[in-house]
């Protein structure tokens, strides 16, 4: 997932900051060349996860840690397309897992805080959801099992610089961003009752790079404000009157991270806010 959003911004990272070499691997399903950077220290690969061993089997001695965040995303895209979902984010993922742990490779893989919506007593209101927190159990017992090395972070709706802003696979700030400035309406699904904790891409790096530094592995963290606004109060942020939609399966009522591991371990606290994010947009 390197040329996406999350990915290109850790790449950028790990190149300003560390004496890695990077390959990413993308399938460009919601990934885009534009993101790539330009730095002879980054290899920009398109492939597809299910043949990760045969990518990688010739470095694998040379890798140090693999950033997993390939996979099949978007809950609304998972009813329409589970088979690709179900490939991507089990077939796929397993071959990841299995490279990583036959290789002791250390694993940072991305949850989603979709699994943890309406405090975590659904993991299962989607394709999406569901494929991921079945990997989690997974990761588990081949921790108990083969002692494989993993970290596991839970992103909550991410925003900021490269976000995608057409398309199928954008997600709220970005979609509305573009609308706005393209003279378009601006929907929300539902009542507009529906509380998201909004994070900065800039705030999940730090987050990030601090397990690298840290060498903080085995633990799971979740990178998220600490804070959450309802759709509605992103609509008066955005000084919008939206118009409203018929509610979307498989969405949670309400998602709100705990960060105080990250904190206690990372020394990690977000500072960038939703409403000074929004007022220094140009729309």
């Given at each position: 997932g390197g040329a996406g959003f999350v990915g290109s911004h850790l790449i950028e990272k790990i190149l300003n900051f560390k004496n890695f070499d990077v390959?990413?691997?993308?399938?460009?399903?919601?990934?885009?060349?534009?993101?790539?950077?330009?730095?002879?220290?980054?290899?920009?690969l398109k492939d597809d996860i299910k043949n990760f061993k045969k990518i990688f089997y010739k470095k694998r001695k040379f890798i140090k840690s693999v950033f997993h965040f390939g996979e099949f995303s978007r809950i609304y895209q998972s009813f329409k397309k589970f088979d690709k979902c179900l490939e991507s984010n089990t077939h796929?993922?397993?071959?990841?897992?299995?490279?990583?742990?036959?290789?002791?490779?250390?694993?940072?893989?991305?949850?989603?805080?979709?699994?943890?919506?309406?405090?975590?007593?659904?993991?299962?209101?989607?394709?999406?959801?569901?494929?991921?927190?079945?990997?989690?159990?997974?990761?588990?017992?081949?921790?108990?099992?083969?002692?494989?090395?993993?970290?596991?972070?839970?992103?909550y709706n991410v925003y900021g610089p490269?976000?995608?802003?057409?398309?199928?696979?954008?997600?709220?700030?970005?979609?509305?961003?573009?609308?706005?400035?393209?003279?378009?309406?601006?929907?929300?699904?539902?009542?507009?009752?529906?509380r998201r904790d909004f994070t900065h891409v800039e705030d999940i790096i730090k987050g990030l790079t601090a397990i690298m530094d840290q060498n903080a592995y085995g633990y799971t963290f979740e990178f998220g404000k600490g804070k959450n606004h309802s759709v509605l109060d992103v609509a008066k942020m955005f000084n919008i009157n939206p118009i409203f939609k018929e509610n979307k399966p498989g969405e949670a009522q309400e998602t709100l991270a705990d960060y105080s591991l990250a904190k206690e371990i990372l020394g990690w606290v977000p500072e960038i806010d939703l409403q000074y994010y929004i007022n220094t947009l140009k729309l």
């Open positions: 390959i990413s691997l993308d399938n460009y399903s919601s990934g885009s060349i534009n993101n790539h950077i330009r730095n002879k220290r980054v290899t920009y796929g993922s397993n071959e990841v897992f299995k490279f990583c742990l036959q290789n002791n490779i250390k694993l940072i893989y991305s949850a989603t805080s979709a699994s943890l919506g309406n405090k975590g007593n659904d993991k299962n209101l989607s394709p999406y959801a569901f494929t991921k927190s079945k990997n989690l159990e997974l990761l588990e017992n081949l921790k108990k099992w083969f002692k494989m090395k993993f970290e596991i972070i839970y992103f490269y976000q995608l802003v057409k398309g199928g696979y954008t997600t709220l700030i970005g979609r509305w961003i573009n609308n706005i400035k393209n003279g378009l309406p601006c929907e929300i699904y539902g009542d507009g009752s529906k």
